[in-house]
C-alpha cells in the first residue's frame, strides 16, 4: 500500500508538473520547440504541424521538404484538434507518453534483469534503487521534461524503445517485437537495439521454463516477427500517403543527412566541412561506426544484455546524425538501474560537471551565434563536443565498471584491488 | 586515460585534499590582479579600424554655410512644440518631414509597467537612398527627451535639419531613416522591435512603413535651448541593454571623425578629463564594467544592439568652441562612412572594455580573470564532492560523541579527529607510509537531500524576482525594507527550522548541499563570462567568500562572525549600500529595473535573484550550522 502510495505520489507529482509548465507558461512549448538542442529536424514539433497541415489538405506531407518524420504519426495527431488553438489535448498525449514510458521504466526495473540476468549474479545485487525511484528519475529528469514540454516526437520513440526493453525483459516476445519495430518505424536506428533485447528476451524465456527453448529457432522466429511488423507498418504508410515516396523523406534524411541544422550531436558541423566528393565516403563511415557497436557490445556483454542495451542508447545519444537531448535523456533515466555499478564508476563527477556545464554554456553559445552576432558555429559546437565528451565518459566508465562487476565475479580474490590493463 | 586514472589516484592523498582552498584563493587573487593589470600599455591595444570599408573621416563634409539657418529655425520651431501634447507634437515634425518630401509616420506606444504608464509617440522618416534598393537602412536618432528627462532641443532640430540636407544627396547606397522618439528608452525599444515585428500590437503599434535590413544607428543627444549651447567634448555611449556592445569599429569610427577630422574632443563613461594614466585608465574601465554588468539601457541607442544593430550616442558635455554645426558635420561624415559598409559590421570586436578613447583591452586578454573566479567556485565544490565521501566525516556531527574541546579544534583538525585512528600501509616503490583508513575509502553519498534542498533554494528566487518586477510602485519601499529586513536572516531561520524536525542535515548533506552550489555558481557565472563579462566578474567577485565558508558546530562565536560578515554582502544589502554610496534613490532604480524587466528584456534580476541570491543563502545556511548545533 506504502508503495502504491509512492506511486500515485510520484505520477501525479509528474503530471502536475508538466501540465503546470505547459498551462503557467504558454509561450514555453513554442520556445522550447525552436531550440535546436531539443528538436531536431527529423522530431520537431514545429515540423510537424507543417506536415499535417499539407496532409489535411490532401497534399503529400513530404512536398514541402520540411517534414521527415513518419507517415503514420499524422493521422494520429490530425485526430487532435489544432494546437494553436486548443493545445490541451496534445499537452495531454505527451504527458501520458512520459507517464506510460516511466511505468514500462518501473517494469524493467521490477524485472531484476539489471542485477540479476540469467547467465550473471551480480556481487552487489542488493545495491539497487526501487522501481519508483528509477521512474522519478525519469519522470523529474529535466531533459525528459524539456522534451516533453517541446512536444518533440522523439518522446514518442523513446516511449516505444522503453517498451520494448521492458517487454523483452518479461519475456513478452511478441510485444517485445511490435514495440521495437514501432520504435525502429518512428526513428529507425533503435532497429540497433534488436540483438541484445532479443538476447535478454531469450534469457527471461529460458529462466522462466524449464528447458531453454532452441536459440536458433527463437532468433528466427523473432527477426521474421519484427521484419514482418516493420513490412507491416511500412506498407501502411504506402497506403496512407500512396507511394513508396516517403521512404526517401524519413530514412532517406536520416541516413543520408541532408538537412544540417544544427544539433547537439557531432554530424552536422562535420558535414558542414566536409568537401562534396567525400560525402558519401563519411556517411557510410560514420553510419559504420555507429552500427558496429551493437554487435559489438552484444557479444562482449554476453551476460548482461540489458546493460548492452541500454550503453547502446548511449551510443545513440552521442553518435547519431540528428540527436537531441531526449536521447540523452533515455540513456540517463536507463542508467539508475544500474546503481550496483556506480560505486565502480570513477569519473562520475567529472562526467556529471561536464554535462551541467554543456547544458549551459550550450545555449549561452548559441545565443551568442545566432542572436547576438558576436560568436560564430565554432562557439556552439565546441560545447556539443563537451557534451558528447561527457555523455562518452559515463559510457565508458559504466562500461568498465561492468566489466569490473563481471570480474569480480570471476575473481573474487582480487575483489576492491587495483588492476591494469596489460 | 591511465593518466587521469593516475591524477584521479592522487586524490586521496592528504596534502592535496588541503590544497584547494589555497588554490581558490590564488585563483580569486590572480583574477582580481589580471584585472588591474589591463590598464597597463603592455596589456590593452591601441584601438584601429578593422572594416576598410569604412574609410572614416576620409571625405570633404559640406555641411556649413545656410543650414545653420535652416537648424536655428527648426529649432525655434520645436521650442514651440514642447508645451503641446504629443499628438500635435507628432503631427508638426510629421508636416516638417513632409515639407523635405520625405515619408514621414507616426508610431504610438503605451507600456504599462507595475505603478506607471508610459504613452509617448515616436516620430520618423524614411529617405529612400537614390543608390539604393531598400534592402539596408541607417538611422538617425533623437530622443525628444533625453536619458535625464530634459528636452532635447538641439538634438531633434539637428535630425530635423540633417533630414532635409540629406535629401539633396545623390550619393546615399543605403536608405537613411529619422526617428524622433517619444523618450529615450521605451520609444527607441517600441519603434525598434515593431521594425523586427517582434512586437505586441496591442500596447506597440506596427510600422507603416519600412526599410531595409538596419546597418547602424546614430542617436544625438544635445539639449540646448533655443538660444544655443556651445559644447567642449563629445561624450560617446556604446553599450546596451544586458551588457551588449557595439562593435568596436563603429565607435572607432566615431572618436575617429570627432577628434581626427573634426577636431572635436571625445569623452566615454563619464570620464570628463582623461589624462590617460594608470588611474584614468582603470576608472574607465572600472566604470564600463558597472554600467555592462548593471546591463541598463544607457541611451536610445541600447535599444538598437540586440537585434544586432550597431548602434552609438553622441552626446554634446560641458562647455567649449564646438556648435551644432561641428555635431553636424560629425554625423554626417559617420553617416557618410556607414554608407561604404558593403556589410554589416562585424571585423572588430564585440567583447571589449575600452581603457580611453584610443586603447581597449579584447576578451582574449580579459575573460581569464572572470573564469579564474568562477573557476575558484568550482575548484571548492570538487574539494568538497571528495570531502563529502570520507567515511570519518559524519563522527564530529554527533555532539555526544564529540569531546568538549573540540571547540579550539583547528580546521585542519576539524575532520580528523585525534582519537585514535585506523592505519592503512602503503607500499610505494621502495618506501612505505601509513595512511589513516579514513582517508582511503570512499562511502556513499546521500545526494537526494542536497539536491532537493538546492532547487527549493533556486525556486525560492523565484518570488523576490516576482515581487521586484511586479509590484506596484506604492508597495515597492515596503517590499524593499522587509527584503533587506529578512534576507539576512533567512539562512539562519531555515538552519534553526531544520534543526527542529527530523530533517536536520548532517554535516556530510551540508558539505553536499555547498558543494553543489558553488558548483552551480562556478557554471553559471563561466557561462555568464562569455555573455555580460562584467556581471559575472562582479558576482564572482562579491560572492568569492561562499568558498570559505565552512560549517564550524564547535565555535558559537566563530560562526556568528562568519555569519555577520556574509549578511554584509547579502545581494540585498550590497544593492542598497550601491544605491547610498551613488546617492541614488533604490525605489526608484527598482522601478526602472521593472521597466526594463517589461520593456527591454533586461535580464540581470534573473542573474541576482537566481543565482546569486540562492548561492549565497546556502552560503548563510552552511555559516549558521555553528550557531543552530
Known amino acids: ?422 | 586515460m591511465a593518466l587521469i586514472a593516475t591524477v584521479l589516484a592522487l586524490r586521496s592523498h592528504p596534502r592535496i585534499q588541503r590544497l584547494p582552498p589555497y588554490l581558490s584563493l590564488l585563483c580569486i587573487i590572480i583574477g582580481v590582479a589580471w584585472l588591474l593589470l589591463l590598464p597597463l600599455n603592455e596589456y590593452s591595444r591601441e584601438t584601429y579600424i578593422s572594416e576598410n570599408a569604412l574609410l572614416p573621416g576620409q571625405v570633404h563634409t559640406y555641411f556649413t554655410g545656410s543650414e545653420h539657418n535652416v537648424f536655428r529655425a527648426y529649432r525655434h520651431e520645436v521650442a514651440d512644440m514642447i508645451l503641446q501634447p504629443p499628438d500635435v507634437r507628432s503631427k508638426r515634425l510629421e508636416d516638417i518631414f513632409h515639407s523635405n518630401n520625405l515619408k514621414a509616420a507616426t508610431q504610438r506606444y503605451t507600456y504599462h509597467t507595475p505603478g506607471r504608464e508610459i504613452k509617448d509617440e515616436n516620430v520618423y522618416a524614411v529617405l529612400r537612398g537614390p543608390r539604393a534598393d531598400a534592402t539596408e537602412a541607417i538611422v538617425l536618432v533623437a530622443a525628444w527627451r533625453n536619458m535625464d528627462g530634459k528636452i532635447n532641443h538641439s538634438g531633434v532640430a539637428l535630425v530635423l535639419t540633417l533630414a532635409r540636407y540629406f535629401k539633396r544627396w545623390s550619393l546615399w547606397s543605403k536608405d537613411i531613416i529619422f526617428l524622433i522618439s517619444g523618450d529615450s528608452t521605451s520609444g527607441p525599444q517600441a519603434w525598434v522591435d515593431a521594425y523586427h515585428d517582434a512586437h505586441s500590437p496591442e500596447t506597440v503599434e506596427s510600422l507603416s512603413i519600412k526599410s531595409g535590413a538596419l546597418q547602424g544607428a546614430v542617436a544625438l543627444d544635445y539639449p540646448a535651448g533655443p538660444w544655443g549651447h556651445r559644447y567642449g567634448k563629445l561624450h560617446i555611449m556604446y553599450d546596451g541593454v544586458n551588457g551588449q556592445l557595439t562593435n568596436l569599429d563603429l565607435f572607432n569610427t566615431a572618436v575617429n571623425i570627432a577628434s581626427g577630422q573634426m577636431g572635436i574632443g571625445t569623452a566615454l563613461q563619464r570620464m570628463w578629463s582623461h589624462k590617460n594614466t594608470y588611474q584614468d585608465r582603470l576608472q574607465t574601465m572600472l566604470r564600463g564594467m558597472m554600467s555592462q554588468g548593471l546591463g541598463h539601457a544607457s541611451g536610445p541607442h541600447s535599444a538598437f544592439i540586440p537585434y544586432r544593430v550597431d548602434a552609438i550616442t553622441l552626446q554634446t558635455v560641458g562647455d567649449g568652441w564646438h556648435d551644432e554645426m561641428s555635431l553636424g558635420r560629425t554625423v554626417e561624415s559617420i553617416f557618410r562612412s556607414l554608407n561604404n559598409l558593403l556589410e554589416h559590421l562585424h571585423q572588430s570586436f564585440f567583447f571589449y572594455l575600452l581603457l580611453s578613447a584610443k586603447r581597449f583591452v579584447s576578451i582574449g586578454t580579459y575573460l581569464p580573470s572572470a573564469m579564474l573566479i568562477a573557476a575558484n567556485f568550482s575548484i571548492t565544490a570538487i574539494a568538497l564532492w571528495v570531502q563529502s565521501g570520507r567515511s570519518d566525516l559524519d563522527e564530529p556531527a554527533a555532539p555526544s560523541k564529540t569531546p568538549a574541546s573540540s571547540e579550539k579544534k583547528t580546521e585542519s583538525e576539524f575532520f580528523q579527529p585525534t582519537t585514535e585512528k585506523k592505519m592503512t600501509l602503503i607500499h610505494s616503490g621502495p618506501s612505505a607510509t601509513l595512511i589513516p583508513t579514513t582517508l582511503l575509502t570512499t562511502t556513499e553519498r546521500p545526494l537526494l537531500y542536497p539536491t532537493l534542498f538546492i532547487t527549493a533554494i533556486h525556486t525560492t528566487g523565484l518570488i523576490p524576482l516576482y515581487f521586484f518586477n511586479n509590484a506596484h510602485s506604492t508597495h515597492l519601499p515596503l517590499i524593499l525594507n522587509t527584503t533587506l529586513a529578512t534576507t539576512p536572516l533567512l539562512p539562519l531561520l531555515i538552519s534553526l527550522a531544520l534543526s527542529k524536525t527530523s530533517l536536520r542535515p548532517t554535516i556530510r548533506h551540508i558539505t553536499l548541499i555547498q558543494c553543489f552550489s558553488l558548483l552551480l555558481l562556478g557554471m553559471f557565472l563561466a557561462s555568464l563570462a562569455t555573455l555580460n563579462f562584467s556581471l559575472s566578474f562582479l558576482i564572482g567577485v562579491l560572492a568569492c567568500p561562499l568558498s570559505f565558508v565552512r560549517p564550524r558546530p564547535g565555535s558559537k562565536v566563530q560562526s556568528a562572525g562568519l555569519y555577520l560578515l556574509l549578511s554584509l554582502l547579502n545581494p540585498v544589502v550590497v544593492g542598497r549600500a550601491a544605491t547610498v554610496y551613488w546617492g541614488a534613490d533604490a525605489v526608484e532604480v527598482l522601478l526602472k529595473a521593472a521597466e526594463g524587466w517589461h520593456v527591454w528584456g533586461l535580464w540581470t534580476q534573473v542573474i541576482v535573484w537566481l543565482v546569486w541570491w540562492p548561492a549565497w543563502v546556502v552560503g548563510g545556511v552552511v555559516a549558521s550550522q555553528g550557531l543552530v548545533a
Not at chain 1, 70 to 85: G, K, M, N
Not at chain 1, 274 to 292: C, K, Q
Request: charged residues 15%; positive net charge; contains cysteine.
Open chain 1, 1 to 422: 500500500m506504502a508503495i502504491d502510495r509512492q506511486k500515485a505520489l510520484i505520477f501525479g507529482a509528474a503530471v502536475a508538473v508538466r501540465l503546470l509548465l505547459f498551462t503557467t507558461f504558454p509561450s514555453l512549448p513554442n520556445l522550447l520547440a525552436g531550440r535546436v538542442e531539443v528538436s531536431t529536424p527529423v522530431t520537431s514539433f514545429k515540423r510537424l504541424q507543417e506536415g499535417l497541415f499539407l496532409y489535411k489538405h490532401n497534399v503529400s506531407p513530404y512536398d514541402g521538404g520540411v517534414y521527415y518524420q513518419a507517415p503514420l504519426l499524422l493521422p494520429l495527431f490530425s485526430l487532435l484538434p489544432d494546437p494553436s488553438y486548443f493545445p490541451f489535448a496534445s499537452n495531454v498525449l505527451y504527458t501520458a507518453v512520459d507517464s506510460l514510458g516511466a511505468y514500462a521504466l518501473m517494469q524493467i526495473a521490477d524485472s531484476m534483469q539489471a542485477v540479476t540476468p540469467r547467465l550473471f549474479k551480480s556481487s552487489r545485487k542488493d545495491l539497487r534503487w526501487s522501481s519508483v525511484a528509477v521512474a522519478a528519475g525519469y519522470l523529474f529528469n529535466p531533459f525528459t521534461v524539456a522534451t516533453c514540454v517541446a512536444r518533440s516526437t522523439s518522446a514518442l520513440s523513446t516511449l516505444f524503445i522503453l517498451v520494448a526493453i521492458a517487454k523483452a525483459s518479461q519475456g513478452a516476445g511478441i510485444t517485445f517485437v511490435f514495440a521495437l519495430s514501432i520504435a525502429s518505424y518512428l526513428s529507425m536506428h533503435p532497429i540497433l537495439l534488436f540483438p541484445p533485447l532479443l538476447l535478454l528476451c531469450y534469457d527471461v524465456r529460458a529462466s522462466k521454463a524449464k528447458s531453454a527453448p532452441s536459440a536458433s529457432r527463437f532468433a528466427v522466429s523473432h527477426t521474421a516477427g519484427l521484419a514482418a511488423a516493420c513490412g507491416l507498418l511500412l506498407y501502411l504508410s504506402y497506403l496512407l500517403t500512396g507511394s513508396w515516396e516517403f521512404l526517401q523523406s524519413t530514412y532517406g534524411v536520416r541516413l543520408l543527412l541532408p538537412d544540417l541544422t544544427p544539433n547537439v550531436g557531432l554530424w552536422w558541423y562535420f558535414f558542414i566541412e566536409m568537401f562534396d566528393s567525400f560525402r558519401e565516403f563519411f556517411l557510410g563511415v560514420f553510419w559504420l561506426h555507429v552500427a558496429s557497436y551493437a554487435p559489438g557490445l552484444t557479444l562482449r556483454l554476453r551476460k548482461q544484455p540489458l546493460f548492452a542495451a541500454a550503453t547502446l542508447t548511449g551510443i545513440f545519444a552521442i553518435f547519431t546524425p540528428y540527436p537531441s537531448i531526449a536521447d540523452a535523456a533515455l540513456y540517463l533515466s536507463l542508467l539508475p538501474l544500474f546503481r550496483h555499478l556506480f560505486p565502480l564508476m570513477r569519473y562520475s563527477f567529472l562526467a556529471a560537471a561536464a554535462i551541467l556545464y554543456a547544458s549551459f554554456l550550450g545555449p549561452a553559445f548559441y545565443h551568442l551565434w545566432i542572436y547576438a552576432g558576436s560568436g560564430n558555429a565554432n562557439f556552439f559546437y565546441a560545447i556539443t563536443l563537451v557534451w558528447s565528451l561527457g555523455l562518452s565518459v559515463i559510457v565508458g566508465d559504466s562500461l568498465y565498471a561492468a566489466l569490473r562487476d563481471e570480474f569480480d565475479v570471476e575473481r573474487p580474490e582480487l575483489r576492491g584491488k587495483e588492476v591494469k590493463r596489460i
